[in-house]
């Protein structure tokens, strides 16, 4: 009986091993019945090692809650969030073959997502706000980064955001005036000041990569869409809430002001 049932898991290994490679390159390193979907990452066990920052500025329990996650690639934070008893996880990519790898690992780790092809851009046809939305490691490779948060915050995120960008340059942090005269020059020659350097072609080999902040920019841009950042729990992720007040003093400002 034991050789049997060993067959039976070697045959099941030997399957799963093999889906993996026909569903690569993954880029989201994930244990699939023992078995690594992508052990060579160039970020190492990505993006477990950024979970090992966040996991503790999220509830435990997330019993009742509903969980958006865009840009999901293959998964692994949905996952993690459906494993805290998540009501309802809906998680949406633009990439058909990264949802293929997501559907898999749902599959093979029996949790229940619900998946969907789905550009950011185009949050708001889903016509309903989540408890806890996450947008990690996806404003970089959009061309227009701000519409896209402004989407997020108008009409799908009720409470809780959780941001991550790649950022590039100053880490630093520190205070600036409300407002300058025209005259003043001095401050845009400061690393701190928030700045987002903009790829034309490329970077780390990779042309979906269009603007990548410095940290004070990308906080200046979650707050400047209507969030306040409640904590960071590694320098590049930002947990926040969105604001009761946010249409007075975020994007649309321009359209407000005579
Ligand atoms: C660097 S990966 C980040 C994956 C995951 N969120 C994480 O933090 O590990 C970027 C993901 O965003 C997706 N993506 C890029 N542009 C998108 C868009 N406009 N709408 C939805 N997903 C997008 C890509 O297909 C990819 O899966």
């Known amino acids: 009986m034991k050789t049997v049932n060993t067959t039976i898991q070697k045959d099941q290994q030997l399957s799963i091993h093999s889906k993996i490679q026909d569903l690569g390159p993954w880029f989201h390193n994930l244990t699939l019945n023992g078995i690594q979907t992508a052990p060579e990452h160039f970020l190492g066990d990505y ?27 293959a998964g692994f934070y949905s996952i993690e969030l459906k494993k805290r008893g998540a009501r309802r996880v809906l998680a949406i990519d633009s990439d058909p073959a990264y949802l293929a790898q997501a559907r898999f690992a749902a599959e093979v780790k029996e949790v229940d997502i ?19 939305v996450l947008f990690m490691g996806v404003m970089y490779h959009l061309r227009y980064p701000l519409l896209a948060l402004d989407t ?11 941001f991550q960008s790649l950022t590039r340059g100053s880490q630093e942090i520190s205070g600036f005036d409300e407002d300058y005269p025209f005259s003043e020059e001095a401050i845009f020659t400061e690393p701190s000041y928030p700045a987002m350097y903009f790829v034309e072609k490329s970077y780390a080999h990779d042309p979906t990569n269009w603007w990548i902040p410095n940290r004070a920019c990308a906080q200046a841009m979650l707050r ?12 590049d992720v930002f947990v926040c809430k ?7 003093h975020s994007s649309f400002k321009s359209v407000n002001r005579p």
């Open 152 to 162: 997020l915050a108008e009409h799908v995120v009720k409470e809780s955001f959780i």
């Open 47 to 73: 993006p477990n090692i950024k979970w090992q920052h966040l996991k503790t500025a999220i509830p435990e329990d997330l019993s009742g809650k509903s969980v958006l996650d865009l840009g999901c690639n």
């Open 242 to 248: 969105l604001e009761a007040d946010r249409g007075s």
């Open 224 to 235: 400047s869409a209507g969030f306040s950042i409640i904590s960071s729990p590694d320098l």
């Open 114 to 132: 619900e998946f969907e092809e789905m550009s950011v851009y185009d949050a708001a046809t889903l016509g309903e706000k989540f408890d806890i």
